[in-house]
Nanobody
Framework: VQLQASGGGVVQAGGFLRLSCAASGRTLSTSATAWFRQAPGKEREFVASISWTGRSTDYADAVKGRFTVSRDNAKNTVSLQMNSLKPEDTAVYYC???????????????????WGQGTQVTVSS
C-alpha cells in the first residue's frame, strides 16, 4: 500500500487547511487510518484516527474541537480538516494505515504499518 499525503501549506494563525491522504495498491476502506505530526526537534505525535467505517474517531487533546478527520471509502481517501490553526500546529503531517483489516483505533505509531511521505503545514503568527 502506498499513501500520498497532500494539502499542506503556509497559513496564518486562525486559518484553515484540509489535508488528504490517498491510497494506492490496496483499499483503505477496511483499515483504521490515522494522522500523526512531527514538529522540528520533537518526536512524532498522534493527531487523529478514524475507524474503517468512519463511525469512530479519536483526537489528541491538542486538536480536539479544531480538527476533524473523515473518510470517503468510495474514493479511497482520508481527510483532516484543520480549523483555527495555531503556530504550535506547525509540523510535517503524516497519514498512516493499519495492515489489519477492520479492528480498533490506536494512537501508537507501532500499530500502523503503512505511512505516507508527509506534508508540511506551517502556521504563522
Amino acid at each position: 500500500v502506498q499513501l500520498q499525503a497532500s494539502g499542506g501549506g503556509v497559513v496564518q494563525a486562525g486559518g484553515f487547511l484540509r489535508l488528504s491522504c490517498a491510497a494506492s495498491g490496496r483499499t483503505l476502506s477496511t483499515s483504521a487510518t490515522a494522522w500523526f505530526r512531527q514538529a522540528p526537534g520533537k518526536e512524532r505525535e498522534f493527531v487523529a484516527s478514524i475507524s474503517w467505517t468512519g463511525r469512530s474517531t479519536d483526537y489528541a487533546d491538542a486538536v480536539k474541537g479544531r480538527f476533524t478527520v473523515s473518510r470517503d471509502n468510495a474514493k479511497n481517501t482520508v481527510s483532516l480538516q484543520m480549523n483555527s490553526l495555531k503556530p504550535e500546529d506547525t509540523a510535517v503531517y503524516y497519514c498512516a494505515a493499519r495492515n489489519e483489516r477492520y479492528g480498533s483505533l490506536y494512537r501508537a505509531e507501532r500499530e500502523y504499518m503503512y505511512w505516507g511521505q508527509g506534508t508540511q503545514v506551517t502556521v504563522s503568527s
